[in-house]
RNA sequence: GGGCUAGUAACUCAGUGGUAGAGUAUCGCCCUUUUAAGGCGAGAGUCGAAGGUUCGAAUCCUUCCUAGCUCACCA
């Protein structure tokens, strides 16, 4: 209780005693429910005996009589007390409950004049006081940034808001499912690292005071998961919660969370596959049809995915044939000679040439692909542990699948090679060290990995951040997460 | 970081230079079928913060804080 004591906090503190003095506890320790809110709202009228507890959420006097409603995430009640069934606790109800404090009751389901299934009460036991007020009833909260400092009132004001976060729930849970049933196993791997690898993204640094030394926090788990993989799984996934510390905005968070599964013996033409399997079983389980609406826009995800290389993408929306330039120098003369301008925050005469097309292609292609496209085949550097094309050494066995112009899952044909992996690691050194910040630093340790063996695998990617955005219509990545992170408030 | 917009009671919002307002919520009274219940009455404010202009500032000016949207970069 930081803030200063206003009025309506001043009176429902000074209940608190008056709830003692009455018999009740304040704030109790256990209520025995017979059924939730949601399971008693589906009770036939006239059982009797049901013991129900949530939070107030209205409550109405009629002199003798109130009604109420009783709510948690998954539903709500409406409760009956009337003054001639529960005696004295009539008034004890009116004196010391408010809105948004907790309850038990205990009484017989009715149906009510106006056809609502309620629980008439015999008694209520008081279980905790609440003794703030909560936001007006109708509006609820508006005001976007409170809605995300405050999220339980968002989630106790807004069905739209409980709707969202039981629907990630909902996703979460499917794609579990069915990576269990296709025999993947769900592992763990640390969060804090000596090298932040696995993609390209600037990290979260943070020290060790025992060991005395920076640790990073992972960026991505690949490199992990595939030691697993070395170690003897042959399917593996982790629902990582990685950190990037870069932009923040509709679709960036600080930490989100990142599916990663590897598969042995799988190539990537195998992963493409199973994504649209994956996909398939989770839209048609979590929204009971193949097409989803976002804002305007409507995605079908209906029928085979069109599987598009990066070379042919870019050349048809531009003009510009990325096999034809070789080094970095030709292909920016190239670039300028189309008039193609990045308005980039980073040197642009600095980057790679890997870099280079990665920005021509978010400039150029990317945001006109809305449903669902596999794009195949990008540029070696780019792309420092994915396998190598058999045709072309130039590009890698790699996918993204893009869908409203986000790149949604990412995965290929994981790199096995022990020397090449060292070759692409110095690459990307080199590349550092001319000024390109899109690099990854040499990881000796996953390197040792790989000379010991590991077998063909195939790795894929989500954003499930992004995906549950997607799902729920929601413009924002906050939006899908509970508590996003948030500037203090001083 | 740039541009635009916003911040007034616990909540939702009016108020554009002249005594700080409404609804919800709270407190008191009436009411046994309501569900944004209703009726009568009352209390509740550092108008985001600091400075300035003015006889007088929620209102005009300056700076700052916070947020949203948007543009550029990152999943």
Not at 53 to 80: C, M, N, P, S, T
Not at 129 to 147: A, M, N, Q, Y
Request: charged share 30%; aromatic share 10%; proline share 3%.
């Amino acid at each position: 209780m930081q803030e200063e004591i206003h009025e309506q906090m001043k009176v429902r503190l000074d209940k608190i005693p008056q709830i003692k003095d009455a018999g009740y506890h304040a704030y109790a320790d256990r209520f025995e429910r017979t059924h939730r809110l949601h399971e008693a709202a589906r009770l036939d009228d006239g059982v009797k005996g049901v013991r129900v507890a949530g939070r107030i959420v209205g409550l109405r006097y009629f002199g003798k009589l109130a009604f109420g409603h009783l709510a948690d995430v998954e539903g709500k009640l409406q409760f009956a007390v009337q003054k001639n069934k529960v005696g004295s606790q009539f008034n004890d109800l009116k004196s010391l409950v408010d809105i948004g404090d907790f309850i038990g009751v205990e009484g017989e389901i009715i149906t009510t004049k106006t056809g609502e299934k309620t629980i008439d009460i015999d008694k209520f036991e008081f279980l905790s006081k609440s003794v703030r007020t909560l936001p007006e009833k109708f509006h609820g909260i508006t005001d976007p940034e409170l809605r995300l400092r405050k999220r339980y009132l968002d989630l106790i004001m807004s069905e739209e808001s409980r709707e969202r976060f039981k629907k990630r729930v909902k996703i979460i849970k499917t794609i579990r499912d069915f990576l269990d049933s296709n025999d993947f196993m769900e592992i763990d791997t640390p969060v804090l690292t000596n090298k932040a690898s696995g993609a390209l993204a600037r990290p979260f640094i943070t020290h060790h005071n025992m060991l005395d030394i920076d640790v990073y926090l992972r960026i991505a788990p690949e490199t992990y998961l595939k030691r697993a993989i070395a170690g003897g799984f042959d399917k593996v996934y982790e629902f990582a919660r990685s950190f990037r510390n870069e932009g923040l905005d509709a679709s960036h968070l600080p930490d989100f969370t990142l599916l990663e599964y590897y598969c042995a013996y799988w190539n990537y033409i195998d992963n493409m596959n199973f994504t649209e399997k994956l996909f398939r079983h989770l839209i048609l389980n979590v929204n009971g049809g193949l097409e989803l609406v976002y804002g305007d826009t409507k995605i079908s995800f209906d029928g085979e995915w069109p599987r598009i290389s990066f070379r042919d993408l870019i050349l048809r929306d531009c003009g510009i044939d990325i096999n034809m330039f070789e080094t970095r120098e030709e292909l920016l003369e190239e670039i300028n000679r189309k008039g193609i301008r990045f308005e980039a925050e980073i040197d642009v005469s600095k980057a790679g040439r890997g870099t280079l097309i990665d920005l021509l292609y978010k400039k150029v292609s990317r945001p006109q692909l809305i449903n669902p496209v596999f794009i195949t085949h990008h540029p070696l550097d780019l792309s420092p542990l994915a396998r190598k094309n058999d045709e072309n050494s130039l590009v890698v066995d790699r996918f993204q699948l893009v869908v409203n112009g986000w790149e949604v899952v990412n995965a290929y044909s994981e790199l096995v090679d022990p020397l090449d992996q060292a070759s692409r690691f110095r690459q990307q050194a080199e590349a550092r060290a001319h000024g390109d910040q899109e690099t990854m630093d040499i990881d000796n340790e996953f390197l040792e990995c790989m000379e010991y063996g590991m077998p063909p695998i195939s790795g894929w990617g989500m954003g499930i951040d992004r995906m549950i955005a997607l799902m729920t219509d929601s413009s924002t990545l906050r939006d899908v997460v509970l508590f996003p992170l948030m500037r203090p408030l001083s």
